[in-house]
């Protein structure tokens, strides 16, 4: 599992879930949008269309809050098969750079935020 | 308060540096820079930035400034990781639910 895009993002929450079914099958639901919906709402999107970072293993939605104050964040969804036959579902979900603009390339070795207080 | 100024403050290193060195406790300018890199007009911008999000306040005690962590500018990243701790799970739910109904 890697956190890369992560880096530089003041702190991501980041959570594991394993899942009772196959890989293929939990990538469809992730990512056909008929079925993407029955599960992850596209008023919490804002673009209902994933952008797919590797096929069949990773991919990306942007979201954007219905309710003021419309935060933006962008979360990723990591699958990979575990020795069971059933899946492994990394979730990365890291609110939007100042100006809008989501987490690409991570450029920085910077360690994550204490928790303070 | 402006959530980008927070996220903004907190993306550049020293001062992610610095801010973790007032949440261990408040201190003066000169305390808060040793052990530090930084000079003393650098390290007075950094806390005027975080200052600016709302995330450092200042006290005047005599002749020195104590700097220490706001709680309020805490809030929002606080309540962001509460909504989403609490969001996912249940949207993981949801998509148990849809993985049994769904056909092979």
């Known amino acids: ?117 | 308060m402006v959530e980008n100024d927070i996220f903004k403050a907190l993306a550049d290193p020293t001062r992610r540096a610095i801010f973790e060195k007032l949440a261990a406790g408040g201190m003066n300018a000169s305390a808060l820079r040793e052990g530090l890199a930084i000079s003393q007009p650098a390290m007075s911008q950094h806390l005027s930035v975080l200052r600016g999000a709302g995330l450092v306040r200042e006290e005047r005690q005599g002749r020195f400034v104590r700097y220490e962590v706001d709680p309020q500018g805490l809030t929002a990243i606080a309540q962001w990781l509460a909504k989403y701790r609490a969001y996912w799970p249940r949207r993981i739910e949801a998509l148990r639910g849809l993985l049994k109904e769904m056909d092979q």
């Open chain 1, 1 to 117: 599992m890697s956190a890369d895009e992560a880096e530089g993002a003041p702190e991501p929450l980041v959570l594991d879930y394993r899942l009772d079914a196959p890989p293929e099958k939990v990538w469809r639901a992730i990512s056909m949008p008929g079925l993407r919906e029955a599960w992850l709402p596209g008023a919490d999107l804002a673009d209902p269309e994933p952008i797919v970072l590797a096929p069949g293993e990773a991919l990306r939605y942007r979201m954007r809050e219905d309710e003021p104050p419309f935060r933006k964040s962008a979360v990723t969804f990591r699958i990979s098969a575990d020795e069971a036959g059933g899946t492994r579902l990394n979730v990365i979900h890291e609110r939007a750079r100042p100006g809008g603009r989501t987490i690409m390339a991570a450029n920085s070795n910077a360690p994550p935020l204490l928790r303070a207080a």
